[in-house]
């Protein structure tokens, strides 16, 4: 019985061994189709989608060297941006600066805190990361504090990639620069600068906080090179930006040290004498203004008037020179009056300020020797021109401050007068 079921299933087996041998060619034929497993299920979807999800999960050499770059970049673009520290310690209008920073980067504490799926790195985060050095770069050659700032910005923002909500965090970075104090006291009293900070960097946190993981909605669609190929990119841009900012501050920028030097200290404007006396400038100026080169003398007119005029060169530090307006407010000073005042080849801007009952004047430009003017964007692109062109584009621009002195009224139609000694610079 046993030999004679053994001979009924060798049988069947070689009459079912035709059949399947039937349809190899059929199924051999059809590879381009739908693949199919024993029961005859379809494959290809369902491969597919593994394989596209598989494509949007960062590999984890994408993941080491996205940190790595992440880290590198936003060490680099910190150490740029270390004038931060100088405003918020001296600077009246920025000293809490620091807190809406902590406020505006909580989310990113909470998310390392907690190991959130959403500081998940990939080939897409290197990209901004890359973006942030370049900006950086600029900003350090160019002498722009605002460039460098929002290239802190950026880094940080490539830790969480850029989404919807991910991008008005960024824009709520404005609230720790020193740039947001400038633009908000031209629009509001300065009491409110702080309380726009917090509002505005607690606003960006919130809606960070907001946004659940990276899934399939933030998937990258542009093609990325290879993880390796953009580490070694960001490793050369990170080299260019520290050794090119070093070797930039080494390359010769003429200055005004010669129209400072000429700046007349007795003499006669008009029919009236005029004599002057040094006056030294107070520890913290002395260090807000670094290797800027600054002189500052007491005026005496013989109808008695006086002036104390500061004249500034930022030929060797461009940050040493900002807005007059800016220090004057974050000091409790409240503007009054604001008109031009014409000048020959140019204007000055004349501004009056009270403060506890006391009064004073400040009339201040800009000089290059050949043009005046008193615009702060415009000095700002000067003195980024000339760094680029290293200093093809024009002379430096000089800042000249007159404030009157002891309250005392001053005469400014006489004071710049034709033979005026401030109209030498």
């Not at 299920?41 to 394989?51: G, H, K, P, Q, Y």
């Not at 920073?101 to 959130?116: G, M, T, Y």
């Not at 700032?149 to 950026?154: G, K, N, S, T």
């Not at 020959?344 to 400040?362: D, I, M, N, Y």
């Amino acid at each position: 019985m046993q030999s004679s079921d053994t001979t009924s299933e060798l049988c069947d087996r070689a009459e079912r061994a035709p059949l399947c041998d039937e349809h190899a060619p059929n199924e051999r034929a059809s590879t381009d189709g739908p693949q199919h497993d024993g029961n005859g299920t379809a494959l290809d979807s369902s491969s597919d989608e593994n394989a596209s999800t598989r494509s949007h999960i960062p590999s984890r050499v994408d993941a080491v060297v996205a940190g790595a770059v992440g880290a590198i970049v936003t060490g680099v673009c910190s150490i740029g941006a270390f004038d931060l520290l100088h405003a918020w310690q001296h600077s009246p209008l920025d000293r809490l600066g620091w807190l809406a920073l902590l406020v505006w980067a909580s989310p990113l504490i909470h998310f390392a805190a907690r190991q959130d799926p959403r500081l998940r790195l990939d080939g897409s985060r290197t990209l901004i990361f890359l973006t942030a050095l370049i900006l950086g770069l600029l900003g350090s050659f160019a002498s722009v504090n605002v460039a460098q700032h929002l290239a802190v910005a950026i880094a940080l923002t490539g830790w969480v990639g850029l989404r919807g909500a991910t991008i008005m965090w960024l824009v709520s970075s404005l609230a720790w620069m020193p740039a947001f104090g400038w633009g908000l006291s031209k629009l509001a009293p300065t009491e409110w600068i702080l309380l726009g900070r917090v509002l505005l960097s607690g606003l960006g946190a919130t809606m960070l906080l907001g946004v659940g993981p990276a899934g399939a909605s933030t998937k990258w669609t542009l093609p990325l090179p290879p993880a390796r190929t953009l580490a070694s990119v960001a490793a050369f841009l990170a080299a260019i930006a520290v050794v090119g900012s070093l070797c930039w501050q080494l390359l010769p920028l003429s200055g005004a040290e010669d129209r400072l030097m000429a700046l007349p200290i007795e003499g006669r404007a008009g029919e009236r004498a005029f004599a002057s006396q040094g006056v030294s400038l107070r520890p913290p100026e002395s260090l807000s203004l670094g290797s800027a080169l600054a002189i500052r003398r007491l005026y005496t007119f013989e109808d008695d008037q006086r002036v104390m005029a500061t004249v500034i060169d930022a030929t060797h530090n461009r940050h040493a020179v900002h807005d007059p307006l800016y220090c004057f407010t974050g000091s409790g000073w409240t503007m009054v009056n604001d008109r031009n005042v014409a000048l020959p080849s140019g204007q000055a801007r004349h501004v009056s300020f009270e403060k506890h009952g006391r009064r004073a004047e400040l009339l201040f430009w800009f000089s290059d020797g050949a043009e005046r003017h008193a615009s702060i964007p415009r000095y700002w692109w000067q003195t980024m021109l000339r760094r680029l062109t290293c200093g093809r584009s024009g002379d430096e621009p000089v800042l000249v401050m007159l404030q009157s002195y002891d309250q005392r009224p001053v005469d400014w139609r006489t004071i710049l007068d034709k033979d005026s000694p401030f109209l030498a610079l």
